[in-house]
C-alpha cells in the first residue's frame, strides 16, 4: 500500500516542491490549504490532479485534526508558518499564533489521531540569530532576532518536547534560506532576481532594498525538500541542519545578478530605503551540515552563482512568456 503524507504549508515555496518530490516517490499526497479570497495555488496548480487538498488553518484546531484523521499519514511535515520575517515585525501575535503555537497545535493532532507517525518540522536558522560562532551547527545555542525566530525557537523545543514526554517520532530541520523561482515575492532572492529582469527589460530603473551587508547561506529549494523527507526515513527521530556551507552578502547577490544581464554599474540601479532594514537583523548566518551529510548522505550541489543565474534566468523566462506575441493585439 503507497505511504501516505499530509504536507502543511502545500502552496508555499517548500510544500510545492516537497509534494512533487512525495508523489514521484508514489505516496498518497494530501495538502493543508487555508481558505483564501482569491486562492493561491500557482505553484502548485501542475499537480492539483495528483495531490488531495484538504482545507485547514494553523489557527484551528479541529480543522487540524479532521486532516490527520482523514489523511491517515505515515508523515506529516510541518511547513506551514507566517514566514517573512520584516512582517513578524508588525504583525508578531499573528506570528506567534501561526508559527508558532500553530506548529504545537499540529503536534495536539498528531497525538490524538496518528501517533505512530513521523514529523517533521521546519525549523530556521533564523532561531541562531545574533551567533557567537561560525558556522552554526546542532549545538549552536539559539538567539533570535525576530518575533519569526523567537516563533520557531518555541516550535523547535515544543517539538523536542512532545518526542522526549509522549516518545513521538519528531524531528527539526534547521534549515538555512533556500531559495528557487516559487519564492515569494518580497523575499531578498525573488525581489533582486525579478527586479533586475525587469530592469533588464526596460520595465523597471530601480530596485529599493535594506542591509546589503547581511550575510546569508542560500541554497537551492529542490535539494533541501530532498533533505526533509531523508530526515524522516531515518529510524531515530533527531534534529539537523541544512546548510551549503557557504556565505554570501546580499551585495554579492545582487552584484551577480546585475552581472548576468550585462550591467556593472549595478549601484545606479540600487536604492536603500529605511523601510526594508530591520528593527534588528541577523548579520551573519553559514551551516555546517556536516550531521546531515555523514547520517543521511545529504550534500547540496548548486551553489551561489548557480542560483542567482537560476533564478535570473526564470524571470527572464516569465516576462518573455507574459510578452504579447509579434502581431497579436494586446488587451
Ligand atoms: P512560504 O513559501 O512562505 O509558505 C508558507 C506556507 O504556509 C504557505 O503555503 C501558506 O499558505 C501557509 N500558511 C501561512 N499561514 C497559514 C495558516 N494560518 N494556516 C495554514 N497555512 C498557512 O514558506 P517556505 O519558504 O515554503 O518555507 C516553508 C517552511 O520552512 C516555513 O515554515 C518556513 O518558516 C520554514 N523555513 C523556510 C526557509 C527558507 O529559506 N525557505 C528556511 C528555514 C525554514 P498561503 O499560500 O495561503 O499563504
Ligand atoms: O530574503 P529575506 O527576507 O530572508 P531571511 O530574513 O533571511 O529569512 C528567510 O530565511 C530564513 C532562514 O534563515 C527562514 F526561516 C525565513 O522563513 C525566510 O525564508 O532576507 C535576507 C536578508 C536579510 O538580512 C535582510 O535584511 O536580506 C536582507 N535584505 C536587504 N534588503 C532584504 C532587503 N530582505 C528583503 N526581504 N527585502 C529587502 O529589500
Given amino acids: 500500500m503507497a505511504r501516505s503524507a499530509l504536507v502543511t504549508g502545500a502552496t508555499g515555496q517548500d510544500g510545492s516542491y516537497l509534494m512533487e518530490l512525495l508523489l514521484k516517490k508514489g505516496y498518497e ?9 482569491v486562492p493561491n495555488i500557482g505553484n502548485i496548480q501542475h499537480i492539483l490532479e495528483d495531490v488531495t487538498l484538504l482545507d485547514g488553518d494553523l489557527i484551528d484546531q479541529s ?4 486532516a490527520v484523521r482523514e489523511s491517515h499519514p505515515d508523515e506529516i511535515y510541518s511547513l506551514a508558518a507566517q514566514s517573512f520575517v520584516a512582517t513578524s515585525f508588525v504583525q508578531p501575535v499573528l506570528t506567534g499564533e501561526i508559527t508558532g503555537l500553530g506548529v504545537v497545535r499540529l503536534l495536539e493532532a498528531l497525538r ?3 501517533p505512530e507517525a513521523r514529523f517533521y518540522q521546519a ?4 532561531m541562531f540569530g545574533r551567533v557567537d560562532r561560525e558556522p552554526q551547527d546542532e549545538t549552536t545555542p539559539f538567539h533570535p532576532r525576530s518575533p519569526y525566530g523567537v516563533a520557531k525557537v518555541y516550535a523547535y523545543w515544543a517539538c523536542v518536547n512532545y518526542r522526549e514526554a509522549h516518545g513521538l ?10 531559495e528557487s523561482a516559487r519564492r515569494g515575492l518580497e523575499f531578498l532572492t525573488r525581489k ?3 527586479g533586475v529582469a525587469r530592469i533588464h527589460a526596460g520595465l523597471a530603473k530601480t530596485i529599493s532594498l535594506g ?3 547581511a550575510k546569508r547561506d542560500w541554497g537551492y529549494a529542490p535539494e533541501f525538500v530532498d533533505l526533509m523527507w531523508r530526515i524522516l526515513q531515518h529510524k531515530e527521530p533527531d534534529d539537523f541542519v541544512g546548510a551549503t556551507g557557504e556565505a554570501h552578502s546580499v551585495r554579492e547577490f545582487v552584484a551577480e545578478a546585475f552581472r548576468l544581464v550585462g550591467i556593472s554599474n549595478w549601484e545606479k540601479h540600487v536604492t536603500i530605503d529605511e523601510k526594508n532594514i530591520r528593527p534588528s537583523e541577523v548579520y551573519n548566518l553559514r551551516g555546517d551540515a556536516s ?7 545529504w550534500e547540496p550541489k548548486t551553489r551561489f552563482k548557480d542560483l542567482v543565474r537560476i533564478m535570473v534566468e526564470a524571470e527572464i523566462g516569465s516576462l518573455e512568456d507574459t510578452r504579447p506575441a509579434k502581431g497579436v493585439p494586446s488587451g
Fill in 63 to 66: 480543522s487540524l485534526n479532521a
Fill in 291 to 297: 550531521k546531515a551529510k555523514r547520517v543521511l548522505g
Fill in 211 to 213: 542591509n546589503l551587508d
Fill in 123 to 126: 525549523s530556521s536558522s533564523e
Fill in 169 to 178: 517520532s519528531i524531528s527539526n530541520g534547521i534549515l538555512f534560506n533556500h
Fill in 112 to 114: 490524538a489521531y496518528a
Fill in 192 to 194: 533582486v532576481s525579478q
Fill in 29 to 37: 499526497v494530501y495538502g493543508l490549504v487555508r481558505r483564501l479570497s
